[in-house]
Structure formats: C-alpha cells, structure tokens
C-alpha cells in the first residue's frame, strides 16, 4: 500500500505578495511529492473580538477547518518590527477559538520565514514558538529555518536555485516529513484506506 502524501496547510503571515510568500511557493515546489501543500488565506479574517464568536465569522471557520483537515500546519513569517505580523497573530487568535475548539492543539507544526536582512526572521519564529507551544501545536524544531533571500536564490521559474538554499530546504522538507509521519501515522493510514 502506498503511503498518501501528509497534507500541510501553509499560513503565510505576510498579507504582501513578496518575499514570504515567493518564499512558500519555492518550498511548495521542491517539497512535491513528498508533502503536499495547500495555502490557506488569512487576508479575509476580520479583527478578532470575542464578541464576533455567537455569530462565528465564515472566513474564521474555513480556516479552521482548513487546519483541522490538514495533517500538519507550516507557518511562513515574515519580521515585523523584531515580531510577528499582525495579521498572522490574529489568525492563530482565530483558530484558537472558542473557546475550547482550539484547531492548533495536537497538530504538527513548523515555522520558517524568510527576509534580505541577516538575521532571517530569528526574532518573530522565537515569538512564534512561544504562542504556539502555549497553544500545545506539536512543533518541529530542527533544523532551524532563517533564511536570508540573496539575489542568486531563486532562478527564473521561482524555485530555488542556491546549492545551498536547496540542501538546507531538502533537509528540513525531509525532516517535516518524517515528523509528520511519527505524529500522525493513524490519520494518514485512516486517509489511505
């Protein structure tokens, strides 16, 4: 019997169409056939307000149930101001709610993020890692993922180009892959029958 491929719904935390979300799209690419990506938008929830849940927003609900269907989440950040973006908090506040639906508990997880500055993002994955893990997303944590975008990293087509952005991404797309598989084995093998 064929393993499926684990699903993993990617929230980019950058509403812009730049640099994190080219940054997804390369990764998609070079993950094919081994984790199969599916984005989900963020850019249509509106302001959390726990006045909104009697009458649960549609926009909120679809991405719960896109994160919820999904075998693992991947979080692409960018670095706001040594943070994460707003609107990347504000749908991890969603998916949190309500109360005691919260769509990250349990669920594979991994941050990577991309930027032309040096420090690739290190300041928002720690603040990440931190709500997440008070969330109780099951995160995957090596190998760390700060990348720096540099002219040569992508070719014409928008995947990766860089030897060595490719060893690094190959590695980490591996090690996502089998964190997937010893967390969620009984959910993959219930899809495949």
């Known amino acids: 019997m064929t393993q499926p491929i684990p699903t993993v719904a990617v ?3 950058s509403l812009a169409n730049g640099t994190n979300r080219k940054f997804a799209g390369a990764i998609a690419k070079l993950a094919a056939g081994r984790l199969d990506f599916r984005f989900v938008e963020i850019g ?3 302001l959390y307000n726990y006045e909104l849940e009697a009458d649960f927003p ?3 609900a679809r991405l719960k149930a896109a994160v919820e269907s999904a075998d693992a989440v991947l979080f692409v950040t960018p670095e706001y101001l040594r ?3 707003a609107a990347l908090k504000n749908a991890i506040e969603w998916g949190a709610r309500p109360w005691g639906k919260n769509s990250w508990e349990g669920k594979p997880a991994s941050i990577v993020g991309a930027t032309p500055g040096a420090i690739g993002t290190a300041v928002a994955q720690t603040e990440l890692r931190a709500i997440l893990s ?3 997303a099951a995160l995957h944590t090596r190998p760390e993922v700060y ?3 540099k002219p040569e ?3 014409d087509d928008g995947a990766f180009a860089d030897a060595g952005a490719l060893h690094l991404l190959n590695t980490w797309i591996d090690s996502f892959a089998t964190w997937i598989a010893r967390l969620s084995q009984p959910a993959i093998l ?3 029958s």
């Open 83 to 85: 943070s994460i973006p």
């Open 44 to 46: 249509d929830l509106p």
């Open 147 to 149: 990348f720096q975008v």
């Open 134 to 136: 008070h969330l109780g």
């Open 190 to 192: 219930a899809r495949a």
């Open 58 to 60: 549609a926009a909120a």
């Open 153 to 155: 990293t992508y070719g």
């Open 11 to 13: 929230i980019v935390g």
